[in-house]
């Protein structure tokens, strides 16, 4: 089965050897403040800042997932509340959580401005371009959550304060970890609030990654497949170049080779375009045939989400899939 779900999404096929040489090298049976666990921790956020390019100064920690860095931003960066301009259900919920943690009491203290670079739910993506602007209007920290874009497209860190996201999209990845990035200012702003009260307080996660260690037993096996998979990823701008080719394709053939069917983008406007998620909208019954068809044909495609569930389709354009599976889908839409 050849799969174009947006995540959990196709993991790269050398996941499985390294999957096998973790357990043979006896690397799941490390000790977490063992030194040789500790090497592959740091080896791993090294990895990190240089394949994406990720500024000196910001500090990198991984986590759980990313939902649990919606909390962490919640009970470690946010003093009074947090804001939420979101149009979609990844979104609605970062904002949910967040309000469970700091209720959003007096809206106009907002010191924390919370983004989804990319919503999985719809396709949509806010843009280099308009974080600018956010980063310009808002002068408190801004939090962005990249979980479906991290590692597929090219990301100004400058522009936010913290960034993060789940390795089960473009990380190419099972899911089970997440890489949590923040800069010199998010640190300091932990530091005035102080909040430490929590297994996953940034400022004890810090201190734990400070000697390449974590606060609790972590996800080894992840950790070392990310390493892996970092190793043979090339630089992100190579990544993003091919990321970007492929959605102008993918946005091209569904207006000009999806004709015969009644199948239609979801986004018209170019500017909130998605690089990495494509959504395709019809009528649900057509939508459903359509995912069957294509289930039989021995592809997945990924189920609408959210407002969209049963009138949607995505593909994901992760970079772990290939131009010969991207081919496959394409030759079976065209017939369709
Ligand atoms: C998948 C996804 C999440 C949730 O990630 P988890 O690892 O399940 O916590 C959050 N935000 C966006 C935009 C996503 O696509």
């Given at each position: 089965m050849i799969s174009f779900y947006p995540g959990p999404s196709k993991v790269y096929p050398q996941v499985a050897d390294y999957a096998v040489e973790a357990v043979h090298q006896g690397i799941v049976s490390l000790n977490h403040r063992s030194a040789g666990f500790m090497d592959i921790v740091k080896e791993t956020v090294r990895l990190l800042h240089e394949k994406l390019d990720i500024p000196a100064d910001y500090h990198v920690a991984l986590v759980s997932s990313a939902t649990e860095c919606w909390e962490i931003v919640a009970q470690s960066l946010t003093a009074a509340c947090s804001l939420h301009p979101y149009n979609g259900a990844f979104g609605k919920k970062w904002a949910e959580y967040a309000y469970k943690i700091k209720p959003p009491t007096n809206l106009s203290e907002a010191d924390v401005l919370c983004i989804v670079?990319?919503?999985?739910?719809?396709?949509?993506q806010v843009n280099m371009e308009t974080l600018a602007q956010f980063r310009h209007d808002f002068s408190a920290l801004i939090a962005v959550d990249a979980v479906s874009s991290m590692a597929g497209i090219t990301l100004d860190w400058s522009l936010a304060d913290v960034w993060f996201a789940s390795v089960q999209k473009c990380f190419g990845l099972p899911a089970g970890l997440a890489v949590l990035i923040y800069s010199p200012a998010a640190l300091k702003r932990a530091e005035e609030i102080g909040e430490n009260s929590h297994y996953n307080s940034l400022l004890f996660i810090h201190e734990n990654f400070s000697k390449f260690q974590t606060p609790y037993t972590p996800n080894g096996l992840g950790i070392y497949l990310l390493m892996r998979v970092l190793q043979q990823m090339p630089p992100i701008a190579t990544v993003d170049a091919t990321t970007k080719k492929r959605a102008i394709d993918w946005y091209t053939f569904v207006e000009q080779e999806m004709n015969a069917s009644p199948c239609t983008l979801l986004n018209n406007d170019l500017a909130v375009r998605s690089d990495t998620v494509i959504a395709v909208q019809g009528l649900e019954k057509e939508i459903s045939i359509i995912k069957k068809a294509a289930q039989q044909s021995g592809i997945m495609l990924g189920n609408g989400y959210g407002d969209w569930k049963n009138t949607t389709f995505r593909i994901a354009n992760f970079p772990a899939i290939t131009e010969e599976e991207i081919g496959t889908l394409k030759q079976f839409l065209r017939s369709f």
């Open positions: 670079q990319n919503e999985t739910a719809n396709g949509t």
